[in-house]
């Protein structure tokens, strides 16, 4: 049984959680609603199946959580039944008990380069093995911010007054002209905040960057310009009660990110059952006190 959470990366999206047997896995997004997927061997559900097609692929059999229990979905006619049922079990079982987050052990990161200085500017991508990395590789490599539409950064007064499209697009634009016209990715091989050793697609070692070469919130912040700076630090600030699930943080960077989340203290007290840590205990109580507050407010004028 592995039991492990990975980054959601391009744009960043927080841990995925899994619990995986070798043909059953469960999926959760905030460690307290899981979805369960059976691997099936398609050739054998599907005789037609093109050949050029993954021959195992994973099909949504039910859902579970502490509260309700598990609810199947239906399933199709064609599937083995009896080898569902004997999977089910085994993971059920596990989900009753586990502690959320999971470990964090995708340490094989794909970083979009500074086309100056040829340091990791943006993750693009993470995996558990060597063997993901090939499949994922890039063509023509970029970066990703989250949507305006998924996450909204507030235009300042001046900015609404200009016109200027939503902030998330235009970390999007620097990025991308940051990177350079011809934009290179490399993989790197790290365990949390440690250094980082630069593999090639097959694992074999290149050389070694320190630490501080790879920005902990995933995105590099030393901008030349003022503006751009500030573009940066306010897309990370909205971002902050997510990157925080992150299990790789220094105190500082940690710390960093608690101060920063003071604006959002209703998602952080969502997202607070995934954070590994807590850098100062009685601020992010105060943040979550007034978050319960703010809940009950929004209930009483409904």
């Not at 009753?96 to 993750?123: G, M, N, R």
């Not at 960093?256 to 003071?262: F, H, N, P």
């Amino acid at each position: 049984m592995e039991i492990y959470a990975k980054r959601l990366n391009n744009p960043f999206r927080g841990l995925l959680q899994v619990v995986a047997s070798e043909q059953l896995r469960a999926l959760s997004f905030d460690g307290r609603q899981w979805e369960l997927q059976f691997q099936c061997d398609m050739r054998k559900l599907k005789p037609n199946y093109p050949g050029f097609t993954p021959r195992y692929q994973y099909a949504r059999i039910g859902r579970w959580d502490a509260d309700n229990g598990f609810k199947p979905y239906p399933l199709d006619p064609a599937m083995d039944r009896a080898a569902v049922v004997s999977a089910i079990g085994e993971v059920l079982e596990v989900l009753a008990s586990v502690q959320v987050p999971l470990p964090q052990d995708d340490a094989y990161e794909l970083w979009l380069l500074d086309e100056q200085k040829h340091l990791p500017l943006a993750l693009l991508a993470s995996c558990r093995q060597p063997t993901e990395m090939e499949g994922m590789q890039m063509r023509h490599p970029a970066w990703k911010s989250i949507s305006a539409a998924q996450l909204e950064v507030e235009n300042t007064p001046e900015e609404i007054r200009r016109g200027m499209p939503p902030l998330n697009y235009r970390i999007e634009a620097l990025v991308k002209k940051r990177a350079g016209q011809n934009p290179v990715a490399k993989w790197f091989r790290r365990s949390g905040h440690a250094d980082g050793l630069e593999v090639t697609a097959n694992n074999q070692a290149v050389s070694a960057l320190p630490a501080v070469a790879f920005p902990e919130c995933l995105l590099r912040e030393d901008w030349n310009d003022a503006a751009a700076q500030d573009v940066c630090a306010r897309y990370l600030q909205r971002l902050a009660p997510q990157l925080l699930v992150l299990q790789g943080l220094s105190h500082a960077g940690r710390d960093r990110l608690e101060q920063m989340a003071y604006r959002h203290v209703t998602e952080l007290d969502q997202y607070f059952h995934l954070y590994p840590a807590v850098a100062d205990p009685q601020r992010m109580t105060a943040f979550r006190v007034e978050a319960r507050l703010r809940a009950a407010c929004t209930i009483g004028k409904a």
